[in-house]
């Protein structure tokens, strides 16, 4: 059983940047790939990013590619999305999640309850 909880988000000028973190409750966080989805209001759940459990492997949303970070630290069972270069268009509640290593929402077991991330333009 895992529990997450997002923090960071926030308003930030376009071209800016920010950094999202998700501390996760449960000694098997390490078991798990952690991934970043995002909803903005009228718009589907949308992937952003995800991590292999043992942090060798990243795939981004190609909307985010070289733009966006994912990163995790097992040690401090703590997952973080940092994000640069920020556009209007990221405006959206960011979700953690943990499960496989996928971009489809579904295969995800565990969902942090979001934080709000708003770029103005």
């Known amino acids: 059983q895992v529990q997450l909880v997002e923090s960071g988000g926030g308003l930030v000028q376009a071209g800016g940047s920010l950094r999202l973190s998700c501390a996760a409750s449960g000694r098997t966080f390490s078991s798990y790939a952690m991934g970043w989805f995002r909803q903005a209001p009228g718009k589907e759940r949308e992937f952003v990013a995800t991590?292999?459990?043992?942090?060798?492997?990243?795939y981004y949303a190609d909307s985010v590619k070289g733009r966006f970070t994912i990163s995790r630290d097992n040690a401090k069972n703590t997952v973080y999305l940092q994000m640069n270069s920020l556009k209007p268009e990221d405006t959206a509640v960011y979700y953690c999640a943990g499960g496989y290593y996928s971009s489809i929402w579904k295969e995800y077991a565990y969902w942090g309850q979001g934080t709000q991330v708003t770029v103005s333009s």
């Open positions: 991590i292999h459990w043992n942090g060798g492997s990243t």
